[in-house]
């Protein structure tokens, strides 16, 4: 697979910004190069543009290498760029599963790309097939969120590979929720599959969502294209110290989440046991797709009582669900008693 024959003819053509800071290579004694205030402290330089070190210690923690990741402000960015260096506007077209997250179609129609959502069947699982069939030669990606989101399911490896091996572009695996899934991480395929993209972000497990820190999985000419489109600072110098903390701490991070699935758990068992719950699905991410008898109705009165859950029931294959997120243990109990109370 040929990823330049997919990328758009603007983008491959582009020179792209060279900021100060790549230019210049060797230790300086003073920085006279990019317009600074050289008094005031400690926010005053241009951040680096691709922290490279902060990427070696996601690639040792991923298995894989620095030069495979590319980042973001949030996944969110990741998500965008898909678009701006591969879909035409106006002329292509990318596919997802449905129902999904939701930017990947907003992102689409930012960028005046054809969105085509192919629904997952009654439970939840994937159809290559007619995934695939929803594909002409103009698609340049298919959209798949593992664990999914608000479905809460993970897609096996051998689900997934029909979509890598038979089509002829991107297929991107969104395991933003990837770190409560027991399952392997597709991170591990990059090498093999060319046309494989990752996301991961630093919103979820890593409990860090105010940062805006996201990442893309890729081989390294997607990442170079990327480097190339993206703004030059896009990742500012807070959320470089920050995650360079947490990624010291990724033993805790993975404790933590290994809490929140045992949690999650408990949650799923006292909501079953209401009458009002008709069904708690299945679910590899930190939150439940829960099927109630009036998911309008139980909005409201959770929104009455200060709980705030997500309502799906207009999502497709999710009449009357609400997707809660697993919380503390407190929050937990809230929902819980606010619950009973609606059953008297
Ligand atoms: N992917 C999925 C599946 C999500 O659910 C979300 C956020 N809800 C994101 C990506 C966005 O993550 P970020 O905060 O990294 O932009």
């Keep these: 697979m040929d990823i330049n024959k997919l990328v758009r003819p603007n983008i491959l053509a582009l020179k792209p910004y060279s900021c100060a800071r790549d230019e210049f290579k060797g230790s300086a004694r003073a920085f006279l190069d990019a317009n600074e205030n050289a008094f005031m402290h400690p926010y005053n330089r241009y951040p680096d543009p691709l922290n490279m070190d902060v990427k070696e210690l996601i690639a040792g923690i991923n298995g894989c290498r620095g030069s495979q990741i590319f980042l973001g402000v949030g996944s969110d960015e990741c998500i965008d760029m898909v678009y701006r260096v591969f879909c035409r506007p106006g002329v292509d077209n990318v596919v997802a599963i449905d129902p999904t997250y939701g930017m990947y179609s907003v992102c689409a129609a930012i960028n005046d790309v054809e969105y085509r959502p192919v629904p997952l069947n009654a439970d939840f699982s994937l159809d290559a097939d007619r995934v695939l069939a929803a594909t002409d030669s103009n698609t340049k990606a298919i959209w798949v969120c593992s664990p999914n989101n608000p479905t809460g399911n993970a897609f096996a490896y051998e689900e997934l590979r029909a979509l890598l091996e038979r089509f002829d572009g991107l297929v991107i695996v969104d395991e933003a929720y990837g770190d409560f899934n027991d399952g392997e991480s597709m991170i591990s ?6 046309g494989l993209i990752v996301l991961r972000t630093f919103s979820k497990a890593w409990g860090n969502a105010a940062i805006r820190l996201g990442m893309a999985f890729a081989s390294e000419t997607v990442i170079d294209l990327f480097n190339k489109v993206k703004y030059p600072y896009n990742i500012n110098a807070l959320t470089r110290s920050q995650a360079m ?24 068992t006292r909501l079953a046991a209401l009458p009002t719950v008709r069904r708690v699905y299945p679910s590899q991410a930190n939150f439940l797709l829960v099927k109630v008898d009036d998911a309008d109705a139980l909005y409201s009165y959770l929104s009455g009582r200060g709980i705030v859950v997500r309502n799906r029931t207009n999502v497709n294959l999710c009449d009357d669900c609400l997707r809660v997120t697993v919380g503390t243990p407190e929050e937990n109990d809230l929902l819980i008693s606010a619950l009973n109370d609606y059953e008297r």
């Design 245 to 268: 903390d947490m990624l010291g701490r990724a033993d805790e991070v993975a404790a933590l989440a290994a809490e929140i699935v045992k949690v999650r758990g408990d949650l799923a």
């Design 189 to 194: 395929r990059l090498d093999a599959l060319p």
